[in-house]
Structures are given as structure tokens and as C-alpha cells.
């Protein structure tokens, strides 16, 4: 059985948020069954977790034996074995995986800044004089993207890949800086609206409950 670290409890803001969020749907997309091991306050920094994540983060992957952490080396391994995520054409497997990396190099790190600011520091003078900047180069990074999407429904086309799960991932970190560019609100609507997406919300979301 596959199983999925998690943590047994995080802030409201989190909620809906937290990475395990993105192999949880990937496993949906591919009808992989799955279970949490959900992690109390603390036990990330334990010796026997960090010997499995060194950074003391979730998710990590189970299976077998094999142990896998970072979310895009996760789904990508997931999507191995799934057509429904990875296309089986050689080429469009490269696409599909290429905005994978996008999505994690080119955009994340830049929402994330912005986010950052506005979840934990909003109110330290440095942060005011921070924001605008960093609103302005993920603006930019938004735009390209935006451009590279025009009209389509996913970023290859008709056809959803783990590309769109991880970009549609990380554009939702920060809706007011998505919802500027009206195709890509609408792609995270249309992204998230799948019903794999729907059910690993609410088992992120059940999980939290349960803990409580």
C-alpha cells in the first residue's frame, strides 16, 4: 500500500494548502489507493522522519521499500505509472514533465515570495517595502505564463498532464495574484474542479478534522 506522510495538524491559512495535497491528487487522477501517515507537532524533526526527508518537510512517498520525497519527483513517479498523467508519446511526456519543472522553478519560488509577506510579515516596515517588487516580477513570470496558456484548456492542449496538476498546484497559493489573468483563473477553476482533485481535498480536509 502506498502511504502518504502528512501533518495531523496545521493552521487554518494552511488548510487545503499543504503539499501532500499534490500526490494525494495525483494517486486520484491514477486510481492508486493510498493511506496517511499523519505526523504529530514535532515528529518531522525526529531522527528516524529526517532519515527519510532531510529537510523535516511533508510529504514523503511508501511503497515497497522505496521512499520518495519532493512533490515533483512524487507525481512524476506516480505518473509512471498512470497514462492518465503521463502521456505515453515520448514527446509528450517531455512537455508534460517540463511544466512540471516550470511550475516548482519558474513560478512557485516567485508566488511563494509574495505569499510570504502576506501570511507573516506583512506588518514589519521591510515587508511594505518588499512587496511591491516581488508582486512585480511574479506578475511577470504570471504574464508569460498566461501568454504560454492563451485559450487552451491545459498547457499542452485539450489534454490534462501532471504538468497542469503541479502548476495549478502552485497558482493557487495565491489567488489575487493568479485571478489578474483571467485564463489562468480559469484554467485553476477548471484544474480543480476535477473530481480527483475535489476527493484529495476532502481527504487532506477530513484528515485535519479527525486529528482535531
Not at 112 to 131: P, S
Not at 171 to 191: G, S
Not at 197 to 203: G, H
Request: aromatic share 10%; proline share 5%.
Amino acid at each position: 500500500m502506498i502511504t502518504i506522510s502528512a501533518f495531523e495538524w496545521v493552521p487554518d491559512f494552511a488548510r487545503g494548502q499543504v503539499r501532500d495535497l499534490r500526490p494525494r491528487w495525483a494517486l486520484e487522477e491514477a486510481g492508486l489507493p493510498y493511506q496517511t501517515r499523519l505526523l504529530k507537532m514535532g515528529e518531522q524533526d525526529t531522527a528516524e522522519y529526517r532519515a527519510l526527508q532531510p529537510f523535516g518537510q511533508v510529504p514523503i512517498f511508501q511503497e515497497d521499500g522505496v521512499t520518495l520525497f519532493e512533490t515533483g519527483a512524487i507525481v512524476l513517479h506516480i505518473g509512471e505509472r498512470s497514462e492518465a498523467l503521463l502521456p505515453k508519446d515520448p514527446v509528450a511526456r517531455a512537455h508534460a514533465t517540463q511544466w512540471v519543472i516550470a511550475a516548482l522553478n519558474s513560478i512557485e519560488p516567485f508566488v511563494l515570495q509574495v505569499a510570504l509577506i502576506d501570511l507573516f510579515y506583512k506588518d514589519e516596515e521591510w515587508a511594505k517595502l518588499r512587496r511591491p517588487g516581488a508582486a512585480e516580477f511574479a506578475q511577470k513570470r504570471l504574464t508569460g505564463l498566461a501568454n504560454a496558456l492563451g485559450d487552451k484548456a491545459y498547457l499542452d492542449g485539450e489534454r490534462f498532464t501532471v504538468g497542469d496538476l503541479m502548476m495549478s498546484s502552485v497558482l493557487r497559493i495565491l489567488p489575487a495574484l493568479t485571478n489578474e489573468h483571467a485564463n489562468l483563473k480559469a484554467y485553476v477553476e477548471r484544474c480543480t474542479a476535477r473530481p480527483a482533485f475535489q476527493r484529495a481535498l476532502a481527504a487532506q480536509l477530513e484528515d485535519f478534522k479527525d486529528a482535531a
